[in-house]
């Protein structure tokens, strides 16, 4: 597993953020909610989730729209937005520096800061990606070489509570077998990424208390 | 369409900021002339860096590509800087549209940066009247914290020192771009560094605030945004609002923005040089910000004890008057229960306050009143930090 770090509450404005460092992919998030929402946005039931994704070079392109849309997905099933009716959520990730495994980085980054921002949420998300080469091996959270060599990628997003799949997202051709043996290698990462995730929090509030 | 409104700064801010500012005191503790603390970090991709200035915060990436030159400068190269309010430095910008603010923005960092000549546009130049490099300069900003424009300047500055862009070679017909990895990439050649230093005005000019702060810049009645490199050369100068200055208060402004220009490159220089340290260490590039975090969390460390003292003397006083009630206590362990001093931060310590049990040992209000000043905690480092931290502490407690 490579190295993974974390500083929350990187930025003021923000309700919470977090600044996530994955091997060599980093991520920003900023989370703002709830707040005044759009009104063709409005939503009367619950709060619409708005997530936007930056590039950080140049402007937010199809594969960027992409990212927006697969992370806006794991927001709406992980936050309890029924709680502030018409209002909306906006999540914002910045792309620091992409080193292979950027959505697993962005999502990792957006459970952080929606912790550190006190919203309510159904459960805690991890995501994990990894990727399979030429030889059929499966990577865990690959360095960008394996990533860009790689015949399939894959990323997978669990829930805290019973590590349910949350969200799956491939590329590339594979068998259902290696479907299934990723799926299990990245279970097993996702621990690490909920443990990860205590000692966070857990430095957080020992810094604040 | 509807749009989500910018907060606005109430009558009462407004006052209080004006009233201190009278009695020659800013509300994050800083003199008139001082800025706040400039952290420049590169990441791996070369001609990418976060800039962080207080608390705003900027991320900017430098990218090429070889594009037809402008007809009108068939032999030039093409610059672009590109401001990006993101929504994640404050709700009610939206992504992908120009607002007022991030026009002016770009015309601000195009005067400084573009209009100076800073970057030898001539040496980007591949193919006269065919190919040329066109840099883009694209600036994020994260965190809206006040004086976007200085913060903006300095990261695409050293984001368009520190790139690099892949080599080519040429057999005449043909044009090709090798990797990083196959030949090493040529910098960018930069002429002088332009950097935009800004000024808020309030009172008509009679008072003039360096590096204003969010509120200080909704409350000023104008700025003064001057563009100059380190030789003091003006590169773009901006006044915006409405103030009646005079020209001797515009001409001490350049002058002392000089000043900071020169630090400010300095600094940059010095960020530069580390970077390279760094690769030919060979070292994993991560943003490490390390200072930046140690800094955030003394801060918040800082609230916590001085938070504690306050609960404190309200404790005390309740004791005091009970040990006066009952015998009038001698005072001659005071100096056995001033706590413990532990050090924090560079050139200032905390004085933790003494345990519970022996709380109510000092034996007159005014001696408890003297202990929440936490002079006597500080120890004395370097001289200058050593006032800075003291005079942060005596307003927080204020």
């Not at chain 1, 620091?96 to 980085?105: F, K, R, T, V």
């Not at chain 1, 060599?149 to 669990?158: C, G, K, Q």
């Not at chain 2, 910098?187 to 332009?194: E, G, I, K």
Request: glycine residues 6%.
């Amino acid at each position: 597993m490579s190295s993974i770090n974390c500083k929350l509450g990187v930025l003021s404005r923000p309700d919470g953020s977090a600044l996530l460092t994955q091997g060599e992919t980093t991520v920003m998030a900023g989370i703002y909610g709830p707040i005044e929402v759009k009104s063709q946005k409005l939503l009367i039931n619950k709060a619409s989730v708005e997530v936007c994704y930056r590039p950080k070079a140049g402007l937010p392109g199809i594969g960027d729209k992409f990212y927006e849309s697969i992370i806006q997905n794991i927001c709406e099933a992980a936050l309890v937005s029924v709680l502030y009716p018409r209002s909306s959520i906006l999540v914002v990730i910045q792309e620091m520096q992409n080193y292979g495994g950027l959505i697993a980085c962005a999502v990792n980054a957006c459970c952080l800061a929606l912790l550190s921002s006190g919203i309510d949420m159904k459960f805690l998300i991890a995501s994990v990606s990894c990727a399979m080469d030429n030889q059929g091996i499966l990577h865990l959270n690959p360095d960008k070489i394996i990533w860009q060599n790689a015949t399939a990628t894959f990323v997978f997003v669990f829930d805290s509570t019973v590590q349910r799949i949350v969200a799956s997202h491939t590329s590339g051709s594979f068998s259902s077998l290696q479907y299934q043996d990723a799926l299990d290698l990245c279970k097993n990462g996702s621990k690490e990424v909920f443990e990860f995730y205590k000692t966070v929090i857990a430095q957080e509030i020992s810094h604040e208390s | 369409m509807a749009k989500i409104r910018e907060s606005i700064i109430s009558n009462c801010e407004k006052k209080f900021l004006i009233k201190g500012l009278e009695e020659h005191r800013r509300l994050d503790g800083r003199a008139f002339d001082e800025f706040r603390e400039l952290h420049i970090e590169f990441s791996k991709d070369w001609g990418c860096c976060y800039v962080t200035l207080g608390k705003t915060a900027v991320l900017a990436q430098v990218s090429c590509e070889i594009q037809q030159p402008k007809s009108s400068r068939p032999s030039e190269g093409i610059l672009i800087i590109n401001v990006e309010l993101s929504p994640m430095s404050a709700p009610h910008f939206e992504p992908g549209r120009q607002s007022e603010l991030s026009v002016q923005l770009n015309r601000i960092l195009e005067k400084c940066i573009k209009d100076s000549k800073a970057v030898d546009l001539e040496s980007l130049c591949i193919k006269v009247n065919e190919k040329v490099w066109a840099l883009k300069v694209n600036v994020n900003v994260l965190n809206h914290e006040g004086n976007i424009a200085d913060c903006a300047s300095i990261a695409a500055l050293s984001a368009l020192a520190h790139f690099r862009r892949p080599d080519i070679s040429s057999d005449g017909e043909e044009i090709v771009v090798h990797t990083y990895a196959q030949r090493d990439p040529i910098p960018t050649a930069v002429h002088h560094y332009p950097v935009c230093v800004t000024y808020a005005m309030f009172n008509e000019g009679a008072v003039i605030l360096a590096d204003p702060t969010l509120l200080e810049e909704g409350v000023a009645d104008a700025h003064l945004m001057i563009g100059l490199n380190a030789y003091k050369e003006l590169c773009g100068l901006h006044l915006g609002g409405n103030a009646l200055m005079t020209p001797q208060s515009i001409l001490q402004c350049t002058s002392k923005a000089a000043a900071r220009a020169s630090v400010v490159i300095q600094q940059i220089k010095e960020a530069l040089e580390k970077d390279q340290e760094r690769r030919n260490q060979n070292k994993e590039f991560i943003f490490e910000d390390s200072v930046q975090f140690d800094k955030a969390a003394s801060a918040s460390n800082l609230g916590f004890y001085l938070d504690k003292w306050s609960t404190k003397q309200q404790k005390k006083r309740k004791n005091v008057k009970h040990v006066k009630e009952e015998s009038g206590m001698e005072n001659s362990t005071e100096d056995s229960n001033k706590g413990t001093v532990e050090s924090f931060g560079k050139g200032s310590a905390v004085l933790l306050p003494p345990e519970d049990d022996n709380n109510w040992k000092t034996s007159s209000d005014e001696e408890s009143e003297s202990d929440i000043i936490p002079d006597d905690c500080l120890i004395k480092g370097d001289d200058k930090e050593y006032n800075k931290s003291k005079t942060k502490k005596k307003k927080l407690i204020k």
